[in-house]
């Protein structure tokens, strides 16, 4: 295998890998704001504000990943060895 196709192989894995985690990240920030300002009414807050919330989650967890590419395993967004 050439290290082309090897290459191409890691960075779909890794990017795969951390779009996975900032989409969940993305869902889940927006939901638990969510219940919190509906159901729960624990604060009150637009549509947008949740969205914005939870959009500055996925940022960080896209940060994160891209970090954690440069200082850990290059096929994988975590910084766990052997992830």
């Known amino acids: 295998m050439s290290n082309l ?8 894995t ?9 989409v969940w990240t993305f869902l889940v ?5 969510a219940l919190a300002a ?3 009414d624990m604060l009150n807050i637009t549509f947008w504000e949740t969205v ?3 959009g500055i989650a996925a940022v960080g967890s ?7 590419r440069a200082i850990g395993d290059k096929n994988s967004a ?3 060895p052997g992830v």
């Open 38 to 40: 509906g159901p729960a």
């Open 29 to 33: 920030a927006a939901g638990g704001v």
């Open 52 to 54: 914005g919330t939870a």
């Open 78 to 80: 975590s910084t766990a």
């Open 14 to 22: 890794y990017a795969k890998d951390l779009t996975e985690r900032t």
């Open 62 to 68: 896209l940060v994160k990943g891209v970090v954690a």
């Open 5 to 12: 196709t090897t290459l191409s192989k890691t960075a779909r």
